[in-house]
């Protein structure tokens, strides 16, 4: 098995935020808890689970998030839902648009494509919503959860490919160092003859296995789960609207400093305010506002945010960036959406949610949300790679 130090992981993260932020000089990390007054609770039906695994930057660490979310004004998968609000149609002119999520991701694609360095494969995370190429197989991710993964693989080679327990598999280890995943591939070995795309299930009888090694024709790194695991000092959920400081913190070329979230389900604050994206909803929609599908397809984040303090937030703007479309959302924009829309103001100790669209095409561009804030800038790294709501 292939790890990779954190030096290149870092390396390929700033790298990719290149394409979002322009004059990235520095990077530091931030993890202390900062206590403070006016503390605010509220009732959420999504849950996150906490480890007492030791989490690090290492590659075979990775993190987890409760699968059991429930979303009270959630949007089934295969509905069609519309949203109305008079007050924002009024405002941008538009009809609220009607969201129509995708039953499924698009088939895997099989013509010629550049393949994927294994640091790259591992330096830009586990993708969900885009392929990963490599010179003999590529392969979609359909299913990522603990304990289960569905994916499609494609055999682009010249050779058929054996897909078995033994280079494909969940991996977890006890207390005393062994494997304890009881980890298999269904109808195993799978065999795919050139041109061929399969799908594969693999399960583990360890509910708590999250990590999946890959080791196929000479290509051999981990996929982590897209579930961010929050240690005992950090917050697993935004629930209340308690300062707090947490994530990596980088400057643009003029000195702004931006708190930067790399998964969904963890919560980054500067002190003043909270952000948490929960995950992502692929959808139908040609076209979202002033963003449209391309060559590609639409989905959304859903993000949380707390107003820490006792002055009015604003949103001022966000960027939305992937597949190559570089959009700036104004809040007047965001309101084709709706009740769905993530607000533009918040009141002081006050938690709000809301979506937030970006286009998909290929796993290589910059996929990324820059929130500008009266209370900082934030930035939600790799979209492409969050969980599936």
Known sequence: MNYFSKTVKTTIILLSLLIILSGCSSNKSINNEVSGNGEVNINTDEKLVQHNEKADDSANKFSSLDENISEGNFIEAGQTVTVKNKAAEKDTGDSIIELIPKMQLPDLNMKPQESFSVEEAVGFRTAILTPV???????????????????DIGNTGSKTLMVTDANLYFSIFDIEGNEAAESKVHGSPISIAPGEVKRVVVTAENPEASAVCINIDGISYTLGGPFYRALSH??????????????????????????????????????????????VLPVDNE???????????????????????????T??????????????????????????????????????????????GD?????????????????????NTYRIL
């Open 133 to 151: 190429y490599h010179d003999t197989f590529r392969y979609q991710i359909r299913e990522f959860t603990k304990a289960r993964l569905v994916i």
């Open 234 to 279: 950090e917050e697993a959920d935004i629930v209340n609207t308690k300062p707090y400081k947490h994530g990596y913190v980088i400057y643009d070329e003029e000195g702004h400093s931006y708190t930067m979230a790399e998964m969904a389900g963890e919560v980054i604050g500067n002190g003043d305010a909270k952000v948490m994206a929960v995950g």
């Open 315 to 360: 949103i001022d703007k966000i960027l939305s960036d992937g597949a190559g479309a570089n959009v700036t959302f104004t809040p007047e924009e965001l309101a084709v959406l709706g009740e769905k829309a993530l607000p533009s103001t918040i009141k002081p100790n006050t938690i709000v949610e809301g979506w937030i669209p970006f286009k998909v």
């Open 287 to 313: 076209k979202i506002g002033p963003i449209d599908k391309g060559n590609g397809f639409l989905a959304l984040v859903k993000v949380k945010i707390a107003n820490t303090t006792s002055e009015v937030m």
């Open 363 to 383: 796993g290589r561009e910059g996929y990324g949300i820059v929130i500008y804030t009266s209370h900082g800038r934030f930035v939600l790294n790799n979209t």
